[in-house]
């Protein structure tokens, strides 16, 4: 749908954890009354109908994913299944409930539960600033398959974590982001795709006092994944009061602990490369 100058400058000006929301609500409001264009009177008009109803509209929980599905060539590991699947875990928690009981005053966005899904490393949805974020993960490995020393594989790592020695591509892990582009551009099979599936950052938030999410050892299933959310949902609910976020009851001793669990159960890090 198309939009004036002074409409889109108007939509930059809201902030940003509901810029996303207001956008596609004064579409799919535009669309329902058939004007084929937005203008400054659509979006004040939706904006100001938003705010009314922000507190109706709150669920507990935020999930959101990147555009990968939408045909994103950078996809590492494709998490629609498990996008669903978190989906399902949340609305059964009912994070609303929880929050009702603990927060004085009305609930607003910033109380609800943030959790996002990025399809590969460059992390278009921001996992590193959510309570929970998760990268898709492609970890390459080196198969028998004689090397042709075209020096594809180097050329493509943005983090130079892959080179040549004797003849030999040799990856260093430390490096690696398993973004998997390694693999595409290898003509002779000496690198596949080892380990697929998830990295799990913990803990990150924006406002007064922003934090990074860290990110646990190791590449999940998504099995391993919806227990660590689980996990991570009934740690919420034991400790955090009057709406504290995630982010502030996730001391950096409890992600230590939380680490050490995954380094020490078999499976749970199938693949564990890091840590
Ligand atoms: S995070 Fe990766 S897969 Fe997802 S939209 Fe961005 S570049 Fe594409
Ligand atoms: S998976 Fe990505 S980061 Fe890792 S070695 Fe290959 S290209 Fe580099
Ligand atoms: S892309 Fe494949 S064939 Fe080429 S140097 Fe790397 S491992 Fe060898």
Same mark, same amino acid.
């Given at each position: 749908?198309?939009?004036?100058?002074?409409?889109?400058?108007?939509?930059?000006?809201?902030?940003?954890f509901?810029?996303?929301?207001?956008r596609?609500?004064?579409?799919?409001?535009?669309?329902g009354?058939?004007?084929?264009?937005?203008?400054?009177?659509?979006?004040?008009?939706?904006?100001?109908?938003?705010?009314?109803?922000?507190?109706?509209?709150?669920?507990?929980?935020?999930?959101?994913?990147?555009?990968?599905?939408?045909?994103?060539?950078?996809?590492?590991?494709?998490?629609?299944?498990?996008?669903?699947? +978190? /989906? !399902?875990?949340?609305?059964?928690?009912?994070? @609303?409930?929880?929050? %009702?009981?603990?927060v004085?005053?009305? $609930?607003?966005?910033?109380?609800?539960?943030?959790?996002?899904?990025?399809?590969?490393?460059?992390?278009?949805s921001?996992?590193?600033?959510?309570?929970?974020?998760?990268?898709?993960?492609?970890?390459?490995?080196?198969t028998?398959?004689?090397?042709?020393?075209?020096?594809?594989?180097?050329?493509?790592?943005?983090?130079?974590?892959?080179?040549?020695?004797?003849?030999?591509?040799?990856?260093?892990?430390?490096?690696?982001?398993?973004?998997?582009?390694?693999i595409?551009?290898c003509?002779?099979?000496? +690198? /596949? !795709?080892?380990t697929?599936?998830y990295?799990? @950052?913990?803990?990150? %938030?924006?406002?007064?006092?922003?934090? $990074?999410a860290?990110?646990?050892?190791?590449?999940?299933?998504?099995?391993?994944?919806?227990?660590?959310?689980?996990?991570?949902?009934?740690?919420?609910?034991?400790?955090?009061?009057?709406?504290?976020?995630?982010?502030?009851?996730?001391?950096?001793?409890?992600?230590?602990?939380?680490?050490?669990?995954?380094?020490?159960?078999?499976g749970?890090?199938?693949?564990?490369?890091?840590?």
């Amino acid at each position: 749908m198309k939009w004036t100058a002074e409409a889109e400058g108007a939509i930059k000006k809201i902030p940003f954890f509901v810029r996303k929301r207001v956008r596609s609500r004064v579409e799919k409001e535009a669309e329902g009354e058939g004007k084929p264009l937005i203008t400054l009177a659509e979006v004040k008009a939706t904006q100001a109908r938003f705010l009314s109803r922000m507190e109706t509209d709150i669920k507990g929980y935020q999930i959101e994913t990147c555009f990968g599905a939408s045909g994103c060539p950078n996809r590492a590991h494709a998490g629609d299944g498990l996008m669903q699947k +978190l /989906e !399902a875990l949340l609305a059964e928690e009912n994070l @609303l409930e929880f929050l %009702k009981k603990e927060v004085k005053g009305p $609930l607003k966005y910033h109380h609800e539960f943030r959790i996002t899904l990025a399809d590969c490393p460059n992390a278009c949805s921001q996992p590193q600033i959510k309570d929970i974020g998760i990268i898709g993960a492609c970890v390459p490995k080196i198969t028998q398959n004689p090397c042709s020393q075209c020096e594809a594989c180097a050329n493509a790592c943005r983090e130079q974590a892959i080179c040549l020695d004797a003849g030999l591509p040799v990856i260093q892990l430390e490096r690696c982001l398993s973004c998997g582009k390694c693999i595409e551009v290898c003509p002779t099979g000496t +690198l /596949e !795709a080892g380990t697929r599936g998830y990295r799990v @950052l913990l803990g990150g %938030k924006l406002g007064r006092h922003p934090r $990074l999410a860290r990110e646990l050892p190791g590449i999940f299933s998504e099995e391993a994944v919806l227990s660590i959310v689980k996990n991570c949902l009934s740690f919420y609910r034991l400790h955090s009061k009057g709406g504290e976020r995630f982010a502030e009851i996730f001391t950096d001793k409890v992600f230590e602990e939380t680490a050490a669990t995954c380094r020490l159960i078999e499976g749970i890090g199938d693949g564990c490369k890091k840590g």
